[in-house]
Nanobody, 122 residues
Framework: QVQLEEFGGGLVQAGDSLSLSCVAS????????MAWFRQAPGTDREFVGA????????YYGDSVTGRFTISRDNAKSTVILQMNSLKPEDTAVYYCAADADYFGPRVEYKYWGQGTQVTVSS
């Protein structure tokens, strides 16, 4: 069982940057691929990005490519989502996810955090 907790959400203005972190309870954090998703009211959960077990590979959803970056610190069991050039359409609840076997854009991750709200004002 892996517990995930997100930190760092808040209210920012368009064009600002914000960093989200997700801390995992896993004893062997590098056994898990990690991902970020987001969900705005009335919409499906959207893939933001994912990072491989070692951190050597990462990829992103089309709407955030070039603006968002995922990194991980396996020694601290933490994954970071750095968000730059934020837009009002980035407003959503952001979720951290983990899975030992899956690394991809679908909502197939086994473990999920409770989410943190990010609101971008225009």
């Amino acid at each position: 069982q892996v517990q995930l907790e997100e930190f760092g959400g808040g209210l920012v203005q368009a064009g600002d940057s914000l960093s989200l972190s997700c801390v995992a309870s896993a004893r062997t954090f590098d056994n898990y691929a990690m991902a970020w998703f987001r969900q705005a009211p009335g919409t499906d959960r959207e893939f933001v990005g994912a990072i491989s077990w070692s951190g050597s590979s990462a990829y992103y959803g089309d709407s955030v490519t070039g603006r968002f970056t995922i990194s991980r610190d396996n020694a601290k069991s933490t994954v970071i989502l750095q968000m730059n050039s934020l837009k009002p359409e980035d407003t959503a609840v952001y979720y951290c996810a983990a899975d030992a076997d899956y690394f991809g854009p679908r909502v197939e991750y086994k473990y999920w955090g409770q989410g943190t709200q990010v609101t971008v004002s225009s």
